[in-house]
């Protein structure tokens, strides 16, 4: 088992929106991160601190608005298990009827089931926030920041 997938309907918001807190510094960071760089284009790095010394970097290999967007993962740090860039998360973004989003996440090329498990674990809690900003309704502080999931 390398590949977590997760599926998530956003409601009252279409691709074109969703998409936009794929692409926006700030607007990423409103969902995940402290804070970051990015460059939003193909081949583009980026570099965003999750929760307090978990930073998190890779490369766009692909921006395609409003539907998709696929980039590598991986975290900084000597010891770590998933070297910065070395898994892929590809997103997907389709209309539903009544102007909705179902977002489906797919990250590939993680190492263990562990890893499996802990990144399922954060993207259900990042994709969650992201929903409530999506929708419109500003997520609260993220606890995440002050005590990460060990």
């Known amino acids: 088992m390398?590949?977590?997938?997760?599926e998530r309907r956003i409601a009252g918001a279409r691709p074109e929106t969703v998409f936009t807190f794929l692409t926006d510094r700030d607007k990423w960071l409103?969902?995940?991160g402290t804070d970051g760089t990015f460059s939003f284009e193909p081949g583009g790095e980026y570099r965003t601190r999750i929760t307090g010394q978990n930073v998190a970097s890779g490369r766009f290999l692909k921006i395609a608005p409003p539907s998709?967007?696929?980039?590598?993962?991986?975290?900084?740090g000597p010891a770590t298990p998933i070297p910065s860039g070395s898994t892929t998360v590809q997103i997907?973004?389709?209309p539903t009827p009544?102007?909705?989003t179902v977002l489906h996440l797919i990250h590939t090329g993680l190492p263990t089931s562990e890893a499996c498990e802990a990144h399922a674990?954060?993207?259900?809690?990042?994709?969650?926030?992201?929903?409530?900003?999506?929708?419109?309704?500003?997520?609260t502080?993220?606890?995440?920041?002050?005590?990460?999931?060990?």
């Open 98 to 100: 009544g102007g909705g």
């Open 121 to 139: 674990e954060l993207w259900q809690h990042y994709i969650d926030r992201l929903t409530q900003d999506a929708e419109g309704t500003t997520p």
């Open 92 to 94: 997907t973004l389709d």
């Open 141 to 150: 502080p993220d606890p995440w920041t002050q005590h990460p999931p060990t």
């Open 2 to 6: 390398d590949t977590v997938t997760l």
């Open 30 to 32: 409103s969902w995940m």
């Open 68 to 76: 998709s967007l696929t980039f590598t993962w991986g975290w900084e």
